[in-house]
């Protein structure tokens, strides 16, 4: 794949405004931080997982438990990957039983990512609900799966790409769309 043209479509600010605003909606829409769970895909969701909790913690004074969900071996497309793929940890160390989740990942494309996590959820036991919550929703949805929470909804074509970058990896803060060669 190559870069041909590269344009960024939020900057630092605009992710901090746009994680504040889900911040504050999830607190609207769960009526405060009762059963309240986050639980962030690894791995960029998992970083912006433990920025909507901090936030929520700004907002509303309480804490609210964080996990990090590696889907690794529920992918659909698991043999594709990798020979042998990496599996990280997943770190959920309280009980999702009767919760209210708030799943976090940063871009929703197909939705077979978030199926994917879904099922590992599944796994851990049986929340109240399961919400989304993205920074960014690309379209192009190849299964019934919408989010409850989107910090911005960029339509793009199936020869873009978008890329995230946070400091917590890539040392600079931005979301960029770009160009990439046909398959």
């Given at each position: 794949m190559s870069?041909?043209?590269?344009?960024?479509?939020?900057?630092?600010?605009?992710?901090?405004?746009?994680?504040?605003?889900?911040?504050?909606?999830?607190?609207?829409?769960?009526?405060?931080?009762?059963?309240?769970?986050?639980i962030g895909i690894r791995n960029r969701g998992a970083f912006l997982a433990e920025r909507i909790a901090a936030l929520i913690k700004g907002i509303d004074s309480k804490k609210v438990p964080v996990g990090v969900l590696d889907i690794t071996l529920y992918r659909d497309d698991l043999t594709t990957i990798a020979w042998q793929p990496i599996v990280h940890k997943t770190?959920?160390?309280?009980?999702?039983?009767?919760?209210?989740?708030?799943?976090?990942?940063?871009?929703?494309?197909?939705?077979?990512?978030i199926r994917s996590a879904l099922d590992a959820l599944i796994d851990f036991g049986r929340p109240s609900n399961i919400q989304l919550a993205i920074l960014v929703d690309r379209g192009h949805r190849e299964l019934p799966i919408r989010a409850d929470y989107v910090g911005k909804n960029v339509p793009t074509s199936l020869n873009e790409a978008v890329d995230v970058y946070l400091k917590e990896v890539d040392k600079k803060e931005e979301v960029c769309v770009r160009k990439v060669d046909d398959k």
């Open positions: 870069n041909e043209k590269l344009k960024i479509i939020l900057d630092e600010e605009q992710i901090k405004r746009a994680l504040i605003r889900t911040s504050h909606e999830i607190l609207e829409k769960n009526k405060g931080t009762k059963d309240l769970v986050i770190e959920i160390d309280f009980d999702i039983n009767k919760k209210n989740i708030i799943l976090v990942d940063d871009v929703l494309f197909t939705g077979r990512t």
